[in-house]
């Protein structure tokens, strides 16, 4: 009897559950990145620095524990926003415009989405890049940091890159910058 109440246990456990509730993505990933990265990451960015005035220089920083959560969500945003960006079904854009897509070397968008679909592995690499930047930002947050913020916010600006370099724009030139100037009293 205990073999037969075993085996069917054994049995139970093995069967497949009940099948995953499917997404149903509304949103476009121009629309997510938008309307939910570039908020997120903005904020973030702009939470620690310097600004330069007629009466000198002034530091900006979360210092409240007030300010210090209301930069929280907004990593917690970028973070969980990577996971959106995975959900299979999401389309690159419902109209298949992008913004910018007037630039040189941007891509349209169905040569992003053709990009995302031949190779998921690497789009969810670069999403999972973001995140962890993001959950970097989380650490340095949740420490009360402002220095590991602006590290973290350099990762999140890195991770960002690489994916635009990747999906938006990788045939855009890179600028041709100037040569730097001489100063008057320097001598070769």
Known sequence: MKLRYLSLLLLAACSPGEPPVPFR?????????ASVVDP???ALWEAVSSETTANGIVEHQPRTDAEWLAVRHHAVTL??????LLIEGRVVSHTNKLEDAHVPGILSAPEVQKKIEADRQLFAERAH??????REALAAIDAKQPQRLLVA?????????RCHLTYWYPNAE???WPAPL????AKP
């Open 40 to 42: 997120a990451a903005d």
């Open 25 to 33: 993505p509304d949103a476009s990933i121009q629309e997510v990145m």
């Open 79 to 84: 973070a969980e926003a990577a996971n959106l």
């Open 153 to 161: 916010g350099e990762r999140i600006d890195a991770a960002c890159e």
């Open 182 to 185: 001489k100063h008057a009293a």
């Open 129 to 134: 890049d973001l995140q962890l930047a993001a």
């Open 174 to 176: 890179q600028p041709k």
